[in-house]
């Protein structure tokens, strides 16, 4: 990031309209192996060939992209190698004339490549002490290193140091934000962290500036059962300092109006403006578990059975009608359906036909509301947490008239490529997940179980019996069989399952046990039976051992598969858990399988698989002395790395391990959207001004006061224009 060249301006538009414009791509990111690829726009050649490929996309203006505008060509960690060239080359084009314009710019880099990949390669191996997931202390934890690394890797060569000089002298200190489709509301704890940490930050060079501050002044979910929660979490204190409460507007699709429901105050209030806005629109339409199939991008629709193109609509309509400064935007993986045109996976529109994909119609219309961005493909296993969970995650900034960023110093592009840079070093190693669960003995394990076992089940219908039966005959197991696991026979969480649950988990317990038989005698190689160069008795006798007629069980207990299944026998047990996988979920059809992973980083690291909504994970507990059972819906919470203990300020809400496991599958990962939004503080320049104190008012207004006032004001500024437009009459300006 030594240099760039300037690029001259297309079609007689100016200097920084041009740059703009040359920088106006999504740019997708997928932090696992560190592999990078560069691909020009619009072309049907030079396909992704890795799933961890970083790809430069076309502009949403559809102007010709710089081949190597923003191109990363890192190898993986594993080579030891830094391949990493032209990380910001800069390529200098020819003006529409022809000619050759171009004149040189320098300025000093932001971040030295050899240091941050030296950071990089050593952050994504420092592993996260599981107390910290115990004891709410991970995000202040992560807030600390992640600050200490950034300034490190910025010092003062780059952007203006974070602390007091980053806020400009208009917003007091002080910067609103506000979320969309809240769910659990893991960013009120993201940012109120992040205040803490701002409050400890020196003076700077200016004692005029005050410290940097993150107020939220709205909330929007659809549920009102998360509604609650969110109130019980942001209003409590407000209640008990008795301070006006914070409004939570009860539907996205209203929050273009001058006024919405609120569920706080039981009436209409004024939809206020926010500096930052987080929002997470629904992923139902883009799931790949979506029943609901479409001819044509999701988000070209204005209204979609999930939700997902309704929600999308809502935040445009919010942006319209209220002024932002920068958007953090998470949903599926699948948004990002471009991806799979690289693999031949998928066949999208030819660029002729003027069909789009879903990533480049959302990319287009953030664009064209005066935002650019980068867009991201993260893994929160990356970021610390010890779960496989693949989302798509976005940031833009206002980068016209911004109130408090300055692209005078430096260019949207530089400040995209410090971005990429500063996430990749927020990458943490995350404890096993079997050390974050509670104790068997725990108060809400005990009461989960009591619940269940005093529940009784409803009948359900038998329609997945043929499923069932046709796999059973394949293993050679009768419709009653036991499960293959002594451990999960003798555990009282076994007997609270519904049928299809226990037949879905002993099938599961069977193919996995099938699975590890084949590959221990793969590793036997040549040998039949254990035995080096049998006779032709032994293998006649083998032959005869190993006849179809013989289910699982009648393997295990004659000692056929391996060591494993020898051990097995010898002790008079079935099978042992070490053979399964630690974490499966029962709610699926056994014909796909959901269960927990090894972290590639590490293999002793378990991570359990994403967590969804509509989830019941059996857990296969490593310790001989815990008891085999379901998870529960505060360990999901945990996974996510939401702050657990937390939890008991919602008591009110009549909290049950369903609704945490449903907040948990809908949640972002706290720890994710950390790393992306102070990355993006880190990353751009904010404005400032040196200004004498000015005197001090004789009673200063609420917070609510503000709020009001500024909405009041843009809904008459909005309303006039739209008065002079119907007119004829154009707005004139001194």
């Not at 999701?298 to 919010?318: C, I, M, Q, W």
């Not at 190993?546 to 299944?565: C, E, F, N, Q």
Request: charged content about 20%; proline content about 5%.
């Amino acid at each position: 990031m030594e240099g760039w060249t300037h690029r001259p301006c297309p079609h007689g538009k100016s200097t920084t309209a041009a740059r703009v414009d040359a920088t106006s791509q999504l740019l997708e990111i997928e932090i696992v192996d560190m592999e990078a690829v560069s691909e020009p726009a619009a072309s049907a050649q030079n396909k992704r060939k890795h799933d961890t490929a970083f790809v430069a996309e076309p502009a949403a203006s559809g102007q010709k992209k710089r081949k190597h505008d923003t191109a990363f060509v890192a190898e993986a960690a594993a080579s030891g190698q830094n391949k990493r060239k032209h990380d910001t080359a800069f390529v200098a084009e020819a003006a529409a004339s022809g000619q050759n314009t171009t004149r040189s710019l320098t300025r000093a880099r932001t971040v030295d490549l050899n240091e941050a990949d030296a950071m990089i390669a050593a952050c994504r191996m420092k592993p996260i002490d599981a107390s910290h997931f115990l004891d709410n202390t991970l995000l202040p934890t992560l807030i600390a290193e992640h600050s200490a690394n950034f300034k490190t890797l910025t010092g003062t060569g780059g952007c203006v140091p974070l602390g007091r000089e980053h806020v400009h002298a208009s917003s007091v200190g002080e910067i609103t934000w506000g979320s969309l489709c809240s769910g659990s509301e893991g960013a009120h704890f993201v940012m109120e962290h992040l205040n803490e940490h701002f409050g400890t930050l020196g003076p700077g060079f200016s004692t005029n500036l005050k410290a940097l501050h993150l107020r939220q002044v709205f909330a929007c979910e659809i549920s009102p059962q998360k509604r609650r929660w969110i109130d019980a979490l942001v209003n409590s204190q407000r209640r008990a300092d008795d301070r006006p409460l914070m409004c939570i507007f009860c539907d996205i699709r209203d929050m273009g109006k001058t006024t919405a429901h609120c569920h706080v105050h039981n009436r209409l209030c004024l939809v206020p403006d926010c500096d930052i806005l987080v929002a997470s629109t629904s992923c139902k339409d883009l799931s790949k578990l979506s029943s609901n199939k479409f001819a044509e991008p999701v988000f070209s629709k204005n209204e979609s059975p999930g939700g997902s193109a309704d929600s999308f609509r809502g935040l445009l309509t919010y942006m319209d009608s209220h002024s932002i400064e920068m958007l953090v935007y998470e949903n599926s993986d699948n948004l990002d359906d471009s991806q799979d045109a690289a693999s031949g996976q998928k066949s999208l529109p030819d660029a002729a036909s003027g069909q789009k994909t879903n990533s480049e119609i959302f990319t287009a219309e953030v664009t064209s509301r005066n935002m650019e961005g980068q867009s991201f493909v993260l893994n929160s296993s990356l970021f610390g947490v010890p779960q496989s969970r693949r989302r798509f995650w976005a940031v833009f900034v206002r980068c016209v008239r911004s109130r408090i960023f300055d692209f005078g110093q430096r260019s949207l592009t530089d400040v995209f490529c410090t971005l990429r840079l500063l996430v990749q070093v927020c990458q943490r190693l995350p404890p096993s997940a079997d050390r974050l669960l509670l104790e068997d003995s725990d108060p809400a394990v005990c009461s989960e179980l009591a619940r269940r076992t005093s529940v009784e089940r409803e009948p359900q219908p038998f329609t997945w019996i043929r499923e069932h039966s046709r796999i059973l005959d394949l293993l050679l197991l009768p419709l009653d069989a036991p499960p293959p696991c002594d451990a999960t026979s003798q555990s009282p969480w076994f007997k609270t399952l519904s049928r299809k649950q226990q037949s879905t988990l002993i099938i599961h317990q069977a193919t996995m046990l099938c699975s590890k038989m084949a590959a221990s005698g793969q590793q036997r190689k040549k040998t039949v039976g254990g035995l080096i160069n049998p006779t032709q008795a032994q293998r006649d006798a083998r032959k005869q051992d190993t006849a179809p007629t013989m289910s699982i069980l009648d393997r295990l207990r004659k000692g056929v598969g391996g060591a494993h299944a020898s051990a097995a026998a010898a002790s008079g047990q079935t099978a042992d858990a070490s053979d399964l996988k630690f974490m499966i979920d029962l709610m699926p059809s056994p014909t796909r399988v959901s269960a927990s992973t090894e972290d590639t980083r590490n293999v002793d690291v378990t991570l359990v698989p994403c967590i969804l909504p509509s989830q019941l994970l059996w857990i296969h507990s490593r310790d001989d002395n815990s008891q085999q059972r379901l998870m529960l819906g505060q360990e999901a919470m945990l996974f996510q790395g939401w702050p657990i203990n937390f939890i008991n300020c919602v008591e009110s809400t009549s909290v049950t391990n369903t609704f945490l496991h449903d907040l948990a599958g809908n949640a972002t990962s706290p720890p994710v959207l950390l790393a992306v939004v102070l990355a993006m503080f880190y990353s751009v320049s904010w404005k400032y001004q040196d200004a004498p104190d000015e005197a001090a008012m004789p009673e200063a207004a609420s917070d609510a006061d503000v709020d009001e006032a500024l909405a009041l004001w843009n809904q008459c500024k909005r309303e006039a224009t739209n008065v002079l437009d119907r007119m004829g009459i154009q707005e004139t300006r001194p």
